[in-house]
């Protein structure tokens, strides 16, 4: 099973700020996915990135696959109150072909107004 | 559209008694899941249904039982709590299997504290 680890683990910045959490594994990812929980709620997905090198951009939120398919990255810029939840990297491959996904520990985020 | 649902929402029991938590999905979706979620730990699965009539073992399956009692329904089973299991669960269902355009879609969470 590959082993996902997220940091920074724990985050607390100022509305405005940028802000970029990690994705890392010792083993190639065939995909990796994003995913924000806020309280009291199920995770969301936000984004897949399949491609090494890839980025793709949501609003604020600019997604990056590294080029050897081994990290990720989340970047936030100009970081809002709204922004605030757990964010969790995920492997859908990390068990086979079975949607069997395998979570990071997540980075918890708080952005103070 | 409920997408998938949860029940009960919040729970507590007592060292050694037993309880099903209760999952349905309405999206039509062949695979089921149920995820314990406890703090620095992400997400970790507990037992899973590929498809109707299957179901398997995740990462921590010791202590649960499961039945996939039809297309929509996935019940999580605690025969004997014990305090190690206090922790939310996550119910979550997608399409099958996996492709880039198969999204798997959570249910909102049970809250199980185990005294």
């Known amino acids: 099973t590959q082993l996902l680890e997220q940091s920074p683990q724990f985050l607390s910045i100022q509305e405005g700020e940028n802000l970029t959490v990690y994705c890392n594994s010792s083993?190639?990812?065939?995909?990796l996915q994003w995913y924000r929980q806020e309280p009291g709620e199920g995770p969301v997905l936000l984004v897949t990135v399949v491609t090494g090198g890839e980025v793709k951009k949501l609003k604020r939120l600019t997604f990056q696959f590294g080029d050897a398919r081994k990290d990720s990255s989340l970047h936030i810029t100009a970081a809002q109150p709204g922004d605030t939840g757990l964010y969790l990297c995920?492997?859908?491959?990390?068990?086979?072909?079975?949607?069997?996904?395998?979570f990071g520990q997540g980075t918890t985020l708080q952005v103070k107004p | 559209n409920a997408g998938v649902t949860q029940t009960p929402k919040f729970q507590v029991l007592k060292t050694g008694q037993s309880m099903t938590l209760q999952c349905a999905q309405d999206?039509?979706?062949?695979?089921m899941y149920w995820y314990r979620q406890d703090p620095g730990m992400g997400l970790r699965l507990i037992y899973y249904?590929?498809?109707?009539?299957?179901?398997d073992k995740g990462e921590v399956p010791n202590g649960y039982n499961v039945s996939r009692l039809n297309k929509r329904e996935f019940s999580l089973r605690l025969e004997s709590a014990a305090p190690s299991q206090t922790s939310v669960y996550f119910c979550?269902?997608?399409?099958?299997?996996?492709?880039?355009?198969?999204?798997?879609?959570f249910g909102e969470g049970s809250w199980l504290t185990v005294v």
């Open positions: 995920a492997d859908p491959n990390g068990s086979g072909n079975t949607g069997k996904l395998i």
């Open positions: 083993s190639v990812f065939s995909s």
């Open positions: 249904s590929a498809s109707e009539g299957t179901t």
């Open positions: 979550a269902s997608n399409l099958s299997g996996w492709n880039s355009g198969n999204t798997i879609y």
């Open positions: 999206m039509n979706h062949n695979s």
